[in-house]
């Protein structure tokens, strides 16, 4: 089964247009960890961000933010003012207490046009 | 400092041949992984190693795929008897510790095409 569920397929905007990418996730377990990777066109996978699963407050970072939602089983990410840098893929994924691994999402491409 | 390194970048492969991949983690990573991405697809695990000793490789598809890390640190993947199916990249990541709360960090990937 499906752990992550990233539904938009791809997200394409003007630059500076603000863009949110949705991540359902589900799992059993009651500690869990969420995770944003970004993957430019260059391939490699570069961290964004962690939350547990007991912290819920949102977080922001520069024109990142991250919307927790325990209730629905979402993790959201926003960037604001987007820039033709952020084009990439971008990847939820999840781990759970005891298990190592990270279970990926299909991942959003996001194309910021000039 | 050096991030993962994976090595070859691209390698294309006949079917029935064996393939090699090397990953460098990052020094000092205590656990290593590796994932199998598929064209327009997120990462997929294979398998997990903490030190020299393999804990997980669940994700392995079959039994033509074999990994090793014998000295904890540098990491070999190895298929054998290519199939096209195998076309993929293939990832690396690296975490300093042990557990599911850490980030991973990643290799650039080796991209293996079967012909």
């Known amino acids: 089964a499906q752990k992550v569920t990233q539904a938009q397929t791809e997200i394409s905007v003007v630059e500076k247009e603000d863009v949110t990418l949705d991540c359902v996730y589900e799992t059993r377990d009651t500690t869990y960890y969420l995770f944003w990777y970004k993957q430019p066109p260059s391939g490699e996978l570069v961290f964004l961000i962690r939350r547990n699963s007991f912290d819920e407050q949102n977080e922001i970072s520069g024109r990142y933010s991250w919307n927790f939602q325990k209730s629905t089983s979402s993790f959201n990410f926003t960037i604001t003012a987007s820039q033709v840098v952020d084009s990439a893929v971008y990847f939820c994924a999840l781990s759970e207490e005891n298990d190592y691994k990270l279970s990926f999402g299909a991942g959003t491409t996001v194309t910021v046009r000039a | 400092g050096a991030g993962v390194s994976q090595s070859p970048r691209y390698k294309v492969a006949k079917r029935g041949q064996d393939v090699a991949l090397r990953c460098d983690p990052i020094?000092?990573?205590?656990?290593l992984f590796w994932y199998q991405q598929a064209l327009g697809q997120g990462p997929e695990f294979l398998t997990y190693f903490q030190n020299e000793a393999q804990l997980d490789k669940s994700g392995l598809p079959s039994d033509r795929f074999f990994a090793e890390r014998p000295e904890g640190s540098v990491s070999t993947l190895k298929i054998q008897r290519t199939q096209q199916e195998d076309s993929a990249v293939y990832l690396c990541?690296?975490?300093?510790?042990?557990?599911?709360?850490?980030?991973?960090?990643f290799g650039p990937g080796t991209r293996l095409t079967v012909t």
């Open positions: 020094s000092g990573h205590v656990s």
């Open positions: 990541a690296s975490s300093h510790h042990q557990g599911p709360s850490y980030e991973q960090y």
